[in-house]
């Protein structure tokens, strides 16, 4: 259970730095680049942890599936994107 409260928090942290991806203008504001790199840190060394007890297939296709979700709502949310 406790790999699996791992890998939604990766998810998080991976949908946060994407966000911020979109926010630093190509690295060129510094908060959201910072974030961006923090969080994808924190996303894999999170998802590297939570190998341990979950196989890769599985946890890949919930790692994509749900961050690609995750920044959609994300997205629509904040950027009105379609």
Do not use: H
């Not at 730095?17 to 190509?26: F, H, I, R, V």
């Not at 999170?46 to 296709?61: R, V």
């Not at 994509?64 to 994107?81: K, M, P, Q, R, Y």
């Amino acid at each position: 259970m406790k790999s699996v409260l791992l890998l939604l928090i990766a998810i998080i942290s991976e949908v946060i730095a994407t966000c911020a991806l979109k926010e630093s203008a190509g690295f060129t504001r510094l908060l959201p680049s910072l974030i961006l790199i923090i969080g994808y840190g924190i996303a894999f060394y999170l998802f590297t942890i939570s190998l341990e007890q979950i196989p890769l297939g599985i946890a890949y296709a919930v790692w994509s599936g749900l961050g690609t979700v995750g920044t959609i709502l994300v997205a629509n949310l904040l950027w009105d994107e379609k």
